[in-house]
């Protein structure tokens, strides 16, 4: 399988669902009464828990109204083509059911099931792409993984001992029991060159077509990973992604509130499409197993925009007119995707930048509503637009180009 093969769903897909689901979710942002500030799921390391008493919440994690298929349903209502979950987080918790551990969501809780595989069973079922996050480098439950220095001497670790004889044999497991794995999803701290690229090489050796992600580190991913919710300011070139989270959080805070609206998650996911990337926009599942409602409702919305207007979105590519000041601009061999986020009170629009000549141009809402355009100079103007938006988030102006 050559480099565009292996690559090929991956830039057709452009949106999947990223889920932070683990023990922290428990806790919920709380610990001994008090507001942890920050992500909810470095509550151990900001509040320096010890191993011994954090560990202590499995035995309470019991998610019984999670529902494999709802999630899922919930990731393709949204449009989104696939799936990446933490199997283990940096608190070492294993929501898989593993052998090198005992400390692992089958053994430990009184839950019992492995909701890993049944995610996998559904995704596979439903179309979705699955795939893990796995945290290779930090994990401050074993005595040898990274950042916990508050139980373990960090001078007594043995590294290389831990990714060779722990990591490598999880890897194993999550490669060999849930069927195909689109992505394995290594996060921040990265191992040294030899370490990482023993990590690539084993991976392929089990699933040859499964895709690593930027953060192994070393310039061996297949993609690279952007910054935590950045999104760069300028087209860039190569596969890309950004990863980012529907409120302030990845994993469930009690009281984080801060949603962000529907029409800000579509013009992020154009944002990003524009500029060449991939949108993998998290969710953090609660404790008893639920996706929070805000981020469901807001999610089928941007899952109905896409339902009209997905075509300007999936395959998509960035066009020769960079970033206008009027939204963003996507394109297909032939047809360029005029995003309208601010609406033109005038009803005209001037374009910059576009050579060749327009067939036609229509909304792609509703196909049989053209949009005059003439040409003023080096610009277009499309010279007839309606005096409201026919999208409130993202009305998108299809132009069908000559040759
Ligand atoms: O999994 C999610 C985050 O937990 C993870 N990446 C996404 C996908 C991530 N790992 N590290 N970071 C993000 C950066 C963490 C920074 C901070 Fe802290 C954590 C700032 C405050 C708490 C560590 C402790 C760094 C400064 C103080």
């Not at 991956?10 to 932070?20: L, N, V």
């Not at 999670?66 to 990731?75: G, K, S």
């Not at 074993?142 to 373990?152: A, E, F």
């Not at 690593?212 to 992604?241: A, C, Q, S, T």
Request: aromatic share 12%; net charge neutral.
């Amino acid at each position: 399988m050559n480099r565009d093969e292996r690559m090929a769903w991956f830039r057709e897909a452009k949106f999947g669902m990223f889920i932070h689901w683990g023990l922290y979710a428990i806790p919920a942002g709380m610990w001994k009464g008090k507001m942890i500030p920050g992500i909810g799921e470095w509550i151990m390391h900001r509040a320096r828990i010890p191993v011994k008493e954090y560990e202590q919440l499995a035995k309470h994690f019991n998610p019984v109204k999670f529902n494999a298929e709802e999630w899922v349903q919930i990731a393709k209502d949204a449009g989104m083509k696939y799936m990446v979950i933490t199997a283990k987080h940096h608190d070492g918790f294993c929501m898989f059911d593993t052998k090198l551990t005992d400390y692992n969501i089958v053994k430990a809780t009184p839950f019992k099931r492995d909701p890993m595989k049944e995610l996998a069973e559904a995704c596979q079922k439903h179309g979705i792409k699955f795939g893990f996050y796995y945290s290779q480098t930090l994990d401050w439950h074993h005595p040898d993984g990274m950042g916990n220095d508050w139980d373990y001497d960090p001078a007594k670790k043995d590294f290389a001992k831990y990714i060779r004889e722990y990591v490598k044999p999880q890897l194993r497991e999550l490669l060999t029991n849930y069927g195909p794995i689109a992505i394995i999803w290594f996060d921040i701290g990265t191992p040294t060159p030899e370490l990482a690229r023993e990590l690539r090489e084993f991976v392929l050796s089990i699933q040859p077509q499964t895709l690593i992600n930027g953060r192994i580190g070393h310039g061996l991913g297949d993609y690279r990973e952007m910054g935590d919710n950045k999104i760069p300011d300028h087209v860039v070139e190569g596969d890309w992604e950004t990863p980012a989270t529907i409120n302030d959080t990845w994993g469930y805070k009690s009281y984080d509130h801060n949603w962000k609206d529907p029409g800000v998650l579509v013009q992020k996911l154009v944002d990003i499409v524009s500029k060449g990337g991939n949108y993998l926009l998290n969710v953090g599942p609660t404790a008893e197993g639920e996706i929070p409602q805000p981020s469901v409702e807001r999610l089928k919305k941007v899952g109905e925009w896409l339902r009209v207007n997905g075509e300007s979105i999936y395959g998509a590519k960035p066009s020769p007119i960079g970033i206008p000041t009027w939204g963003r601009c996507t394109a297909k061999e032939g047809k360029l995707y005029l995003h309208l986020f601010a609406w033109p009170w005038d009803g005209r629009l001037e374009v910059e930048g576009i050579k060749g000549e327009v067939k036609r141009a229509y909304f792609l809402a509703e196909p049989d509503r053209t949009v005059e355009v003439k040409k003023e100079g080096d610009k277009l103007v499309l010279t007839n637009l309606p005096p409201k938006p026919i999208d409130q988030y993202d009305t998108v102006v299809v132009l069908e180009m000559e040759g």
